[in-house]
Structure formats: C-alpha cells, structure tokens
C-alpha cells in the first residue's frame, strides 16, 4: 500500500495527469516537451513506488461509496 499519505498519493495522481496533458500541448515546443517528459518519468517512478494503481482503485472505491461516482 501507499506509503505516503492518501492525500500525497492524491496529489501523485493529479499531477501525473497534469504533466501528460502539458505534454500533448507542447508539440511545438522541444525544450519543454523534454522537461515534461523528464518529470513524467519521474512521477511514473514514484508512482510504481507507491503502487499508485492500488491507491487510485480504493479512491474509486472510496468515492462511489461516498455516492460521487
């Protein structure tokens, strides 16, 4: 399981998503697109070492049993 807080692990998550979309947008921009793709791997990392992917399946869980699903 997470390690870190739910909430941190939250935040992982979010930005993950963050640096992916700034990455689609950034086409035309080589030097940023390489510093986006530095720090997506490096959130990817820290993902795999969180197990982010248990954490986002009991988030899920979590939000349908608070009726946000």
Known sequence: MCSLRMLDCWSLYARLEKVQKAIENSVDDLELMGRLLDENDLLHRRAQAVDLN???VKIRR????LGFA
């Open 54 to 56: 248990e954490v986002d």
């Open 62 to 65: 979590l939000m349908a049993e």
